[in-house]
């Protein structure tokens, strides 16, 4: 089975571009997440998706950030305009329906973005 | 405010020995306790998840304990192998269940030969 699939693995772009992150779940997974990883500041979560509808998006750091899900295999997380500290890796995970509170996190091998 | 604490930030341990990691957290109300395993260059994969009502879960040489108590938690690597090489997240989430999600900033553990 293929696991959650991110692209692309890595970007390097310049300060101002705009850059979209792309990331399919496991089919039948019904909850997305897009995370980003810094070493300074580890694992944080972005925003999530129950359903393609976004349910919390307090993690996402500032309006250049915008994340979307128009069905349940695709969604994009979005930087425009990029800046240097936005350098990170990101993730997507997905998790299946089930019970409340007990839900594996399935993560992609994530997108390594450097903005020079 | 919600916070996961992780120590060693690093370890270094001879293939075959033993070795524990910890999770220190004060995140209020608390649903359940996930440990994950990071190899570099790939996403975090799960290990174990325990609800606030279990004391300990296995998974092969891995084993984590729970104290609710105490809000402690630790991971048990037992005979490790080079491919234990990793980082170890600690995760906390609330009563809601997949959000909102509290991570520490992980061990990061070298087996050497």
């Known amino acids: 089975d293929a696991g959650v699939i991110q692209s692309p693995r890595h970007e390097v772009t310049e300060m101002g571009q705009e850059v979209t992150l792309r990331c399919k779940p496991i089919?039948?997974?019904?909850?997305l997440f897009w995370y980003r990883q810094t070493m300074m500041r580890g694992l944080e979560l972005l925003i999530y998706f129950n359903n393609n509808v976004p349910i919390d998006d307090s993690g996402m750091p500032e309006d250049r950030f915008s994340a979307k899900m128009p069905n349940a295999s695709f969604s994009t997380l979005k930087i425009q305009p990029s800046e240097p500290r936005d350098s990170a890796v990101y993730f997507c995970?997905?998790?299946?329906?089930?019970?409340?509170?007990?839900?594996?996190?399935?993560f992609g091998p994530g997108t390594r973005l450097t903005v020079l | 405010k919600n916070q996961v604490e992780q120590s060693p930030q690093s370890l270094i341990i001879l293939e075959g020995k033993n070795c524990t990691l910890q999770?220190?957290?004060?995140?209020?109300?608390?649903?359940?306790l996930r440990w994950y395993k990071q190899d570099t260059g790939r996403g975090p994969v799960s290990l174990t998840i325990m609800t606030f009502s279990e004391n300990t879960k296995s998974n092969g040489r891995y084993t984590a304990t729970l104290d609710a108590d105490t809000k402690q938690s630790s991971l048990h690597i037992t005979a490790s192998q080079l491919s234990d090489s990793a980082s170890y997240i600690c995760?906390?989430?609330?009563?809601?269940?997949?959000?909102?999600?509290?991570f520490g900033k992980g061990t990061r553990l070298s087996v050497i030969a």
């Open positions: 089919s039948g997974h019904n909850s």
């Open positions: 995970a997905s998790s299946p329906p089930g019970t409340g509170g007990y839900n594996e996190q399935f």
């Open positions: 999770c220190n957290y004060t995140v209020s109300p608390f649903s359940n």
């Open positions: 995760v906390v989430s609330h009563p809601s269940g997949n959000t909102p999600l509290v």
